[in-house]
T-cell receptor, first 118, second 114 residues
């Protein structure tokens, strides 16, 4: 099956600094990538959808200047949390989809990144 | 727009007992349905999916689910659970033929006791 690798799995940063999370599709080309945020014991909240080579589409209430998404290639998307604050601490998960892998019916998920801002 | 309801936030069960995790959805159009499993501090792994055809879908790890259009349900079942099945389970729905952006339920925590 298709593999999506997310890095780092855990990161601790100081308040005010920026953190970059990478999401890579290892064995397929990801035309679309999704970024989710998951609060403890809760479901996944879609933050944004990005298509390769174009600007990300952010969900309502998600600050695009704070959560910068770049999808510069068909195998890599990055989420940068800028000027992080403790309330940004959360579990972030990416998923990737391509027309070739599973058609347009399925997205494949990364392992997630646990961000802790101190 | 579609929505997913997982009525049970937590389901405790003894090892080797059967289990059913409930999922109901709402949508004005045809849908695809999915069940994912999430182990602690990990991403989501697809258990099974319904796209079309047979309403009984078999997935990995001995799980199966049945699509019931009249009841708008897609309940997940396993005849005999193991300790290793302890995890969070998410039901998701997306519009068939749409842009495929899944909507997730809030999750059900399956706790298997020895």
């Amino acid at each position: 099956g298709a593999v999506v690798s997310q890095h780092p799995s855990r990161v601790i940063c100081k308040s005010g600094t920026s953190v970059k999370i990478e999401c890579r599709s290892l064995d397929f080309q990801a035309t679309t990538m999704f970024w989710y945020r998951q609060f403890p014991k809760q479901s996944l909240m879609l933050m944004a959808t990005s298509n390769e080579g174009s600007k990300a589409t952010y969900e309502q209430g998600v600050e695009k200047d704070k959560f910068l998404i770049n999808h510069a290639s068909l195998t890599l998307s990055t989420l940068t949390v800028t000027s992080a604050h403790p309330e940004d601490s959360s579990f972030y998960i990416c998923s990737a989809r391509s027309a070739g892998q599973g058609g347009n019916t399925e997205a494949f998920f990364g392992q997630g990144t646990r961000l802790t801002v101190v | 727009a579609q929505s997913v309801t997982q009525l049970d936030s937590q389901v405790p069960v003894f090892e080797e007992a059967p289990v059913e995790l409930r999922c109901n959805y709402s949508s004005s159009v045809s849908v695809y349905l999915f069940w994912y499993v999430q182990y602690p501090n990990q991403g989501l792994q697809l258990l099974l999916k319904y796209l079309s055809g047979s309403t009984l879908v078999k997935g990995i790890n001995g799980f199966e689910a049945e699509f019931n259009k009249s009841q708008t349900s897609f309940h997940l079942r396993k005849p005999s659970v193991h300790i290793s099945d302890t995890a969070e389970y998410f039901c998701a729905v997306s519009e068939s033929g749409g842009s495929y952006i899944p909507t997730f339920g809030r999750g059900t925590s399956l706790i298997v006791h020895p």
